[in-house]
Nanobody, 117 residues
């Protein structure tokens, strides 16, 4: 079964940067719209960024600080996170969806991002 593997998380000080990666083991991943989500302790999972073939979208909470991109040759989607804030602390997950909005993969383990001084 195809899984997505998230990586790149860690501990960073406020104002710092991290780049997360979401890697798939199948080439058709490159044709899907891909989403980055995050879930903070005690909170629901929230969508923070989406990339399709032609567009990118961001939640208001990360707009201007995060950038989503993809390398289709590597079947990988990235989330560059700059100017990190303590409220960005969460486990970050990726997934993909089809044209009907149906999620396509099981959730992976996620990658922990902790922003703290």
């Amino acid at each position: 079964q195809v899984q997505l593997v998230e990586s790149g998380g860690g501990l960073v000080q406020p104002g710092g940067s991290l780049r997360l990666s979401c890697a798939a083991s199948e080439s058709k991943f490159s044709i899907f719209a891909v989403d980055w989500y995050r879930q903070a302790p005690g909170k629901e999972r929230e969508l923070v960024a989406t990339i399709s073939a032609t567009t990118t979208n961001y939640s208001d909470s990360v707009k201007g600080r995060f950038t989503i991109s993809r390398d289709n040759a590597k079947n990988t989607v990235y989330l560059q996170m700059n100017s990190l804030k303590p409220e960005d602390t969460a486990v970050y997950y990726c997934n993909a969806h089809n044209a009907l909005g149906v999620r396509l993969y099981n959730w992976g383990q996620g990658t922990q991002v902790t922003v703290s001084s």
